[in-house]
């Protein structure tokens, strides 16, 4: 990839725009990646997130006028980090869920008794059988 900060010199919001698509771009990457279960490859998309988040930071402040013109691009990027944050999100769900049935402590107060109350149901970890 090319480096984020070697882009063209003159209009600024022009290269706002070109950063933005680039964090898009790698935005999708990272979807892909993690429904692809590459969880190796995330490292390297997010130093690319970093270089390009950096460079848009620099620009904004020489030129925070260059906003508005960029607010749908702006607002596209950001829907796509809030999904990726749900996917991850889930991610850690499950795996924290695999991690409880592999502990014996998935269901442990799924169970109720007689008068509503929650009841321990008794079992022993998978890693114990």
């Known amino acids: ?40 490859q995330l490292s390297d998309l997010a130093a690319r997130k970093g270089a390009l988040c950096a460079e848009l930071e620099r620009l904004h402040a020489s030129d925070p006028a260059a906003a508005p013109q960029l607010r749908a691009l702006l607002q596209a990027v950001a829907e796509a980090n809030a999904r990726n944050g749900q996917v991850v999100a889930a ?25 509503g109350e929650s009841a321990r149901a008794v079992s022993r970890p998978l890693g114990s059988a």
Do not use: C, F, K, S
């Open 1 to 40: 990839m090319a480096d984020p900060a070697a882009g063209t010199v003159g209009d600024p919001v022009q290269r706002q725009r070109e950063l933005l698509e680039q964090l898009g771009q790698v935005l999708q990457e990272e979807l892909d990646t993690m429904l692809a279960g590459q969880p190796l």
């Open 91 to 115: 991610m850690i769900r499950n795996t924290q869920g695999a991690l409880d049935i592999l502990r014996g402590a998935a269901g442990a107060a799924a169970t109720y008794g007689p008068h």
